[in-house]
T-cell receptor, first 114, second 116 residues
């Protein structure tokens, strides 16, 4: 089954700790993305990667970091510098980043900071 | 400033009737538009898209209309079914958006409730 997986589904973190969210895809897509969704809000882009070993900041990258060492994996680290980390995090991928390639989303990870 | 606006936070429709969800955008450089459907605590599911060279795209019960002069698009669902109840997001992208081509700009969503 091709698709995007995110783990875990729910994640709890103590304030001041870093936490890494997993995103894996077996669609052979070159481009991958991380979004954050807050209640009553649209999705906001955190980071994106067009190709392995390359990634760029999105609109709200402060307090986050990513890596893209493998084509199928794009983990997101929420650092202690992120002021409001409690949110629903969504990973997506697309064939490329041409502007007309549909992005497909994973099931999401809900992060709660205690 | 929001570049993609969905001005109706919610919409309630009777089963079997038409649902019309609206979306406005401000950036005239947007040339590709998508609609996603989202259930609570799940990732968005792609529904339908339209390129700016078209004014209509149809897929089964779902039709998207694009009015470039008005910078407006709409999603029609007919007939509406209770399983269509979800939040619908409009998104837009620009092939030449300052180096960020391919990035999607999302509206805040419209919650559709289809009543039996």
């Amino acid at each position: 089954d091709g698709g995007i997986t995110q783990s875990p589904k729910y994640l709890f973190r103590k304030e001041g700790q870093n936490v890494t969210l997993s995103c894996e895809q077996n669609l052979n897509h070159d481009a991958m993305y991380w979004y954050r969704q807050d209640p009553g809000q649209g999705l906001r882009l955190i980071y994106y990667s067009q190709i392995v070993n390359d990634f760029q900041k999105g609109d709200i990258a402060e307090g986050y970091s990513v890596s893209r060492e493998k084509k199928e994996s794009f983990p997101l680290t929420v650092t202690s510098a992120q002021k409001n980390p409690t949110a629903f995090y969504l990973c997506a991928s697309s064939i490329a980043r041409s502007g007309t390639d549909t992005q497909y989303f994973g099931p999401g990870t809900r992060l709660t900071v205690l | 400033d929001q570049q993609v606006k969905q001005n109706s936070p919610s919409l309630s429709v009777q089963e079997g009737r038409i649902s019309i969800l609206n979306c406005d955008y401000t950036n005239s450089m947007f040339d590709y538009f998508l609609w996603y459907k989202k259930y609570p605590a799940e990732g968005p599911t792609f529904l339908i898209s339209i390129s700016s060279i078209k004014d209509k795209n149809e897929d089964g019960r779902f039709t998207v209309f694009l009015n470039k002069s008005a910078k407006h698009l709409s999603l029609h669902i007919v007939p509406s079914q209770p399983g269509d109840s979800a939040v619908y997001f409009c998104a837009a992208s620009d092939k030449n958006y300052g180096g960020s081509q391919g990035n999607l700009i999302f509206g805040k969503g419209t919650k559709l409730s289809v009543k039996p």
